[in-house]
């Protein structure tokens, strides 16, 4: 072998090392959507990824390696809604609408993944819960913000309910569509802070 030679070789290994990798992280994210994540076992993921169970170990380590790079890889392809860029809206009324449509719209396009996410909460590593209880308290706290002080005490646990993927899954059941579930429950806020 000549030295030429080498480096492609080295590339080519790294490159079919990543590919691999890439390809057990999507399996696991698929059976995520699907099964949810009880029901998804390393043997499945393996069958998934079209790999051997111990090709999966020799990427990940454990099952919370796997979660974390599931997790980063579903939310770089899925962000949540960023309510640092709510504050856009200075009132109070239009910010909760603007929020609570792009949150209801990310619950829409996601429902699969969120609904089994909620559902097998206690399987998971700790750190999906404590990230999925962040984003809502950042989105809890932005849209609470331009509310007059004395009406936080009633507006507070409304928003609580507002942003409850449940919440969203009960309007989705009575047909609403993320802006017309948006526009009544931001109704309902209105009169309660009223």
């Known amino acids: 072998m000549t030295d030429s030679t080498r480096p492609y070789r ?11 990798r890439h390809r057990i992280v999507e399996a696991a994210v698929r059976l995520h959507g699907t099964v949810g ?15 051997q169970r111990s090709t999966v170990y020799r990427h990940f380590e454990d099952e919370e390696a796997l979660f974390g790079a599931c997790t980063s890889h579903w939310l770089a392809a899925n962000p949540w809604p960023r309510p640092d860029a709510w504050s856009a809206f ?3 009324r239009e910010r909760l609408s603007h929020g609570l449509t792009e949150t209801y719209e990310f619950y ?14 206690q399987v998971m590593p700790a750190f999906v819960g404590e990230l999925m209880r962040a984003q809502v308290e ?17 507006v507070a646990p409304a928003l ?29 806020v209105e009169a309660l802070a009223a």
Request: charged share 25%.
């Open 10 to 20: 080295m590339r080519k290994r790294r490159e079919d090392i990543e590919q691999t």
């Open 108 to 121: 829409a396009r996601n429902e699969a993944m969120l609904a089994n996410s909620y559902r097998d909460m």
């Open 90 to 92: 200075p009132g109070a």
């Open 37 to 51: 994540p009880a029901r998804t076992t390393i043997s499945a993921v393996a069958e998934e990824a079209g790999v």
């Open 160 to 188: 609580r309910i507002a942003l409850d993927f449940r919440a969203w899954q009960a309007a989705a059941d009575a047909n609403l569509d993320p802006r017309a579930a948006a526009d009544l429950v931001t109704s309902m």
């Open 138 to 154: 950042a989105m809890h706290a932005s849209l609470l913000e331009p509310w007059p002080p004395e009406a936080h005490h009633r």
